[in-house]
């Protein structure tokens, strides 16, 4: 009956989506819909409306995989704050929400501009206790890509690099972790390490992670390639299970491809 199904589902760790009246959260206004299944140590956020790949392959992944994920409500890439479009991958520091504020809007007074850094200074925080997991846990965030942005244009704030000649240069793994990275790497797909502060850091969202210790990821595919993303989702998750490396093949997780040397 439903109760014995209810309680083999908790017994396994898994849960039915929150049904709580607060999962859903504002970051300055933006708005969030929170996902809860299980207990897990693992956070997840699509933050680019218009990267609907990213959207369904999260969709997917948390039916299969306890953890939090944080879905932006929005059906477009640039959202409002302050009254002006900006990308919400880009106020995850004071130098890159005035860099993002001032994009669409030259005509700042300095006092306006000021006043809504420190709001969203504020909300941020706030913000960010909320999304960051504890003691140690992953913040997987997933991206597409449409515009020609590869592998390449991350490598120069990169300190290790795995890139593997038969994966789409578009298909990549970011870590910022380097246990994480050291795991990842002998996979089949491209996987970098940026565990050290830029100095022309832009005000995303895996910055602002590093700056508080935490741990990310960013699984970044080409738009449309929803069966890739999956896999690379499945594979982060699996190799980086605490109870140790696993075990499946790289050609059960990759569709064929074999694990590279590197």
């Known amino acids: 009956n439903n109760t014995l199904i209810f309680s083999f589902l908790l017994a396994a760790g898994l849960s039915f989506p929150s049904a709580d009246p607060n999962s859903t959260i504002y970051f300055s206004g933006i708005e969030f819909k929170v996902i809860g299944r299980g207990n897990s140590d693992r956070h997840f956020i699509w933050i680019h409306g218009d990267e609907k790949t990213a959207e369904m392959a999260l969709n997917y992944h948390m039916k299969h995989y306890p953890g939090k994920a944080f879905f932006i409500k929005s059906e477009e890439r640039e959202v409002f704050v302050s009254g002006v479009m900006v990308d919400p991958n880009r106020i995850f520091s004071r130098k890159g929400a ?142 980086l299970r605490k109870s140790g490396l696993n075990q499946e093949s790289a050609t059960d997780v990759s569709g064929g491809a074999g694990l590279d040397p590197q």
């Open 98 to 239: 005035a860099s993002a504020l001032r994009k669409f809007k030259t005509d700042w007074e300095t006092s306006a501009l000021t006043a809504s850094l420190d709001r969203l200074d504020e909300d941020r925080e706030k913000f960010l206790e909320k999304l960051l997991p504890k003691n140690g846990g992953l913040l997987i965030a997933v991206h597409n890509n449409f515009r020609g942005y590869n592998v390449s244009k991350e490598i120069p704030n990169s300190r290790l690099q795995s890139i593997k000649p038969q994966q789409n240069p578009r298909d990549f793994i970011i870590c910022t972790d380097q246990s994480d990275y050291s795991k990842l790497a002998s996979g089949p797909f491209n996987v970098i390490l940026q565990d050290e502060m830029a100095d022309d850091e832009d005000g995303s969202l895996s910055w602002a992670a590093l700056r508080k210790g935490v741990r990310y990821i960013n699984i970044e595919t080409r738009l449309g390639w929803l069966g890739q993303q999956k896999k690379m989702l499945k594979f982060v998750e699996e190799r």
